[in-house]
């Protein structure tokens, strides 16, 4: 595939700086293998070295770093170089792809009573209950299934082996044995909301379970059911997150997280990769560790003396020694 710049810039915008609109571009690459009909991207003032020696018929830069690029060749200024980039994925995947598919696949599976939007796509194999409800534009890839009442709202993405609307884990023990709670929530879905490969959104006991609008979920993440999960929210890959949790807007929950249950989680609050978060966080911030849970700043210090703990364990014994001595040279003084 082939495109002009002029036909980058028609879509996305930006100041084309040291050449002209016809330069034909072939595809998106990293700076360090980018060739004379790539275009590329600089994010980090850190790889400027990188864009002076690339090949790239263009790079986009932020304002900051025009003069540079304009003295490598060719360039796109943009505010925000990493979201142009982003963008321009967009426009790049949509031109090789052509028109959304719409519609519902022969091999699958939807229910009389559901409501598919015209505009909406249900791929291979997918299987769509009663009552449930898919909103416009939004596509559901292969082997997807939308349980029954729950609802997906405009320009979503699921991929494949997504699961919406399974029965959360819920049971109450009789005398040794567990007896099945019925969940009779639903799951609702917002627009713009992507969810990875084999996630499990569980629908809630009584309440909803509830995805807020763009909240982006990767694969292979649990949401327990009546978890609330605020607008723009991003979660990592193996994260679970436990009935009843409420994790805040504009969170970041890093890879193989795990949040307890009936937590809450504030607005803006970043969790990093592996930690187990056993309280609720009141104040945004980042968190690290498994036990106890705590900021990232009093984890790194926490760290750093961990990693001496050996030594300081050899000094402390040293001193035990040598204070045991002096008393007990006093002792025979």
């Keep these: 595939m082939i495109v002009h710049l002029g036909q980058i810039l ?39 070295a990188q864009m002076a020696a ?9 304002p900051g770093m025009r003069s540079a690029a304009e003295a490598r060749g060719v360039c796109i200024v943009a505010p925000n170089p990493y979201v142009y980039f982003a963008k321009l994925t967009q426009f790049w995947k949509a031109q090789q792809d052509g028109a959304q598919l719409t519609g519902v696949h022969p091999s699958a599976v939807v229910h009389e009573t559901a409501m598919v939007d015209p505009t909406a796509y249900v791929g291979p194999h997918c299987v769509v209950e ?20 729950c609802q997906i709202g405009e320009r ?14 819920g049971f109450a023990n009789d005398a040794g044995q567990w007896i099945k709670i019925e969940q009779l929530g639903n799951v609702r ?5 992507e969810i990875g490969a084999n996630t ?19 694969n292979l993440v649990q949401i327990a059911h009546n978890v609330h999960i605020g607008a723009h929210s991003v979660i990592a890959g193996n994260t679970g997150v436990a009935g009843s949790a409420k994790i805040g807007r504009n969170c970041s929950i890093g890879g193989a997280a795990n949040i307890l249950g009936h937590l809450s989680i504030a607005d803006g ?13 009141h104040q945004p911030g980042l968190y690290t560790g498994i036990f106890p849970l705590q900021t990232n700043e009093q984890w790194e210090k926490n760290a750093a003396s961990l990693k001496q703990l050996h030594t300081l364990r050899e000094r402390i014994k040293k001193l035990e020694k040598a204070l045991n001595a002096q008393n007990s040279n006093n002792g025979n003084s």
């Design 269 to 281: 609050t970043s969790i990093s990769p592996t930690s187990m978060v056993t309280r609720s966080i």
């Design 130 to 149: 009663a009552n449930a409800k898919i909103g416009a534009a939004s596509v559901l890839r292969a082997h997807v299934v939308l349980s029954k009442g």
């Design 200 to 218: 499990c959104i569980d629908r809630g006991a009584l309440d909803d379970t509830i995805i807020e609008d763009g909240v982006k979920l990767d």
């Design 156 to 169: 979503c993405l699921l991929h494949p082996g997504v699961v919406i609307g399974a029965d959360g884990f």
């Design 54 to 62: 690339s090949k790239a018929a263009c790079v986009v830069v932020a």
């Design 10 to 48: 028609d879509v996305l915008g930006g100041e084309l700086v040291g050449g002209v609109r016809e330069i034909e571009i072939s595809r998106i690459s990293p700076l360090e293998t980018a060739d004379s009909s790539s275009i590329s991207f600089l994010s980090n003032p850190r790889y400027e």
């Design 189 to 193: 879905v917002g627009n713009d909301v």
